[in-house]
């Protein structure tokens, strides 16, 4: 059940390090497919740090020619600045399968919470529904303590994203028995309101078996940092695919 979208800003950060474009993200995301990968997902930011709105349109296109899903994240409250359109207007010229709301600041290294249902919600609503209305599935970042995780599917969301950096840390630890179980909980109380489940953020190989194996029905993983990493020492096929024997999708 579960595909891997593979985060791809990492190659940006790095081609952005030194102007031009090389390394090429249109590039690695095609290795990326080429080796079995089920989508590609970018995280374009206000400061274009990154990933940059003519990646996102360059991707759109490479995604929509290969029929893989496009999955674009971003902060939907950020207003545009030059260069950067705003994350709907992103989203309404390229019509991604996915939009995944995060509620990230410019002063964050990368996003560290879910929303804020009750402060959030009422300006989320509108939000979701134009999105919607571009044919995009939207998925909204949230902490697997959320109490309120059942208010996304009443903001007419489609799915939730569980943040897992704290199940990462638990298990780098060498504890993550807790962690998983309320990952777990987050999971089925989601799904009890309609919701499906993604999760992303400092997922591994190593630690992606267990909480797949532990927390039910995750339908998608969006996986960079780490997988950007690994690949730095064994190259992106291998590393791609290494990821898809750890969730059974293996399509060699």
Do not use: W
């Amino acid at each position: 059940m579960t595909r891997l979208s593979v985060n791809v800003n990492k190659i940006a950060v790095l081609r952005n390090s030194r102007g031009g474009n090389d390394p090429d993200v249109l590039r690695a995301a095609t290795a990326c497919l080429d080796a079995g990968a089920h989508g590609i997902t970018v995280h374009p930011r206000p400061d274009q740090r990154h990933i940059r709105a003519d990646d996102v349109h360059a991707l759109s296109m490479l995604t929509r020619q290969r029929g893989v899903e496009f999955n674009i994240e971003g902060n939907p409250f950020a207003p545009p600045r030059a260069g950067y359109p705003g994350l709907l207007p992103l989203c309404e010229q390229t019509r991604p399968a996915q939009a995944t709301l995060v509620p990230d600041g410019d002063g964050q290294l990368t996003s560290d919470h879910g929303f804020d249902f009750a402060r959030d919600g009422e300006r989320l609503r509108p939000l979701i529904a134009a999105l919607k209305g571009y044919g995009c599935r939207v998925s909204l970042f949230v902490d697997a303590g959320n109490p309120d995780i059942a208010t996304a599917a009443a903001l007419g969301a489609d799915r939730i994203e569980l943040y897992t950096g704290p199940y990462a840390e638990a298990f780098a630890a060498g504890a993550p028995d807790a962690a998983v179980d309320l990952f777990a909980d987050a999971a089925r109380r989601a799904q009890a309101a309609g919701l499906g489940v993604n999760a992303g953020h400092d997922l591994s190989q190593a630690n992606l078996g267990r909480f797949l194996r532990d927390v039910p029905q995750v339908l998608e993983v969006s996986i960079g940092h780490a997988l950007i990493g690994e690949a730095l020492y064994d190259g992106l096929d291998a590393t791609v695919k290494g990821y898809l024997r750890i969730i059974g999708r293996d399509l060699r």
